[in-house]
């Protein structure tokens, strides 16, 4: 008998994008298939299922994708954070570090109560500086976050450490090593 498929095996590697020495771990072929996304989708949430969360909060923009649906299932609201401009409403802006310069994401300032709870989903773990961004503007309205899923851990950039020191359960489906 041929053994499953694991979430990993489904995830593409790219090398040389977007630039030379880079190996980019390209999930949209997990997404494609549908015992994929229903595999990670599944997987993501499962720690959590029987915890009161009151809120998925995805990070744009593959977080969108793997958020809505682990709301859907939870039976949750979904708040998204957005690159900065794209939301209508009063928002709260973070800044963080890029591998060149800085980028700015968004929150609507009234998408969480306080004491709201709320899981964090994206779909890669590297450095942890888009994370701790949206971490930030979570914790500024008053969130408590549960916990942070992940699709991919990227180990050796740091951001399961980075993440882990600021008081996050972190949650990962699988890990490459390596950049
Ligand atoms: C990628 C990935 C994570 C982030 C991880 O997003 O989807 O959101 O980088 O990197 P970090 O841990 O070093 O912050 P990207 O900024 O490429 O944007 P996208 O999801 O909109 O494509
Ligand atoms: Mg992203």
Redesign the pocket.
Known sequence: MTPQKSVRDYIRTIVDFPHEGIFFRDVTTLFADPRGFRLCVDQLLHPYAGQRIDKVVG?????FILGGAVAHQLGTGFVPIR?KGKLPHTTISQD?K??YGE?IVEIHDDAIQPGETVLVV????????????GIKLIERLGGQIVGCAFVVD?PD?G?RDRLTQLGMEVHALCAFEGL
């Open positions: 990070l744009e923009a593959r977080g690159k963080y890029l591998e980028a994206d779909d890669l773990l590297a450095t942890g500086g888009t994370a701790e961004a990227l950039l951001g």
